[in-house]
């Protein structure tokens, strides 16, 4: 459901985490952003970014709200872009320890891999040729705040950035994962590729 000035309605859910960056983001990006909170919502928008926080607490809220099913049905038909916790949730398996998930990408995910808070970091990775052909050339800032690691990829899932030897943005399909903050920089590539996909 395109808006009526023509731009893509990209809901971002906001239970948890800082929303509001991705909301300026997708804008910066050039599309519309709209909060997502309850399973009607979902249907007015084309995409929707699940923004970081903590998983377990997110996971509680969508039980709570009665979103897991109507959020694994929006997941199976339409595009979704999952930072930190969103690519937690959005992993078929999840490490240390195991939780629930939606289970859209082909992957493994480890919860706080790089440590906690203090060891949180901004680096500045190479992207995939692939990236910069469709989303523009350069480096990526990514910040990393208790950032999972994406362990393991299977066959369909397309890795677009590494930083130390592990996929921090991968694709799968209409989907997309960031294990960093893309929201917390003035580049808004990452969520310009989002925005190409629906």
Same mark, same amino acid.
Request: aromatic share 4%.
């Given at each position: &459901?395109?808006?009526?000035?023509?731009?893509k309605?990209?809901g971002?859910?906001?239970? +948890?985490?800082?929303? @509001? /960056?991705h /909301?300026k983001?997708?804008q +910066?990006a050039g599309?519309?952003?709209v909060?997502v909170?309850t399973?009607?919502? =979902?249907?007015? !928008?084309?995409?929707?970014?699940?923004?970081?926080g903590?998983?377990t607490?997110? =996971?509680? =809220?969508?039980?709570?709200?009665?979103?897991?099913?109507?959020?694994?049905?929006?997941v199976?038909?339409?595009?979704?872009?999952g930072?930190c916790?969103g690519? !937690?949730? =959005?992993a078929?398996?999840?490490?240390?320890?195991s +939780?629930?998930?939606?289970? /859209?990408? @082909? &992957?493994?995910?480890?919860?706080n /891999?790089?440590?906690?808070?203090i @060891?949180?970091?901004?680096?500045n990775i190479?992207?995939?040729? @692939?990236?910069?052909a469709r989303?523009?050339?350069?480096?990526v800032e990514?910040v990393? !705040?208790?950032a999972?690691i994406?362990r393991?990829t299977g066959?369909?899932?397309?890795?677009l950035?590494e930083y130390?030897?592990d996929p921090?943005?991968?694709? +799968?399909g209409?989907?997309?994962?960031a294990?960093?903050?893309p929201?917390?920089?003035h580049d808004?590539?990452?969520h310009?590729l989002?925005?190409?996909?629906i």
């Amino acid at each position: &459901m395109p808006a009526k000035n023509g731009k893509k309605r990209v809901g971002v859910l906001a239970l +948890q985490g800082d929303f @509001d /960056a991705h /909301a300026k983001a997708i804008q +910066q990006a050039g599309g519309e952003a709209v909060e997502v909170r309850t399973a009607e919502e =979902l249907g007015h !928008i084309d995409g929707l970014v699940i923004p970081g926080g903590e998983s377990t607490s997110m =996971l509680k =809220l969508l039980n709570m709200m009665e979103l897991i099913e109507p959020l694994s049905e929006f997941v199976r038909n339409k595009p979704v872009f999952g930072t930190c916790a969103g690519a !937690i949730l =959005l992993a078929t398996e999840v490490l240390n320890p195991s +939780q629930q998930s939606l289970g /859209a990408m @082909d &992957m493994t995910v480890e919860r706080n /891999a790089y440590g906690r808070q203090i @060891d949180s970091r901004v680096a500045n990775i190479s992207a995939s040729a @692939d990236f910069q052909a469709r989303a523009g050339e350069g480096d990526v800032e990514a910040v990393f !705040i208790r950032a999972p690691i994406i362990r393991r990829t299977g066959p369909a899932v397309k890795v677009l950035a590494e930083y130390h030897g592990d996929p921090v943005l991968v694709e +799968q399909g209409k989907h997309l994962v960031a294990t960093f903050h893309p929201e917390l920089t003035h580049d808004a590539r990452v969520h310009k590729l989002f925005l190409s996909k629906i």
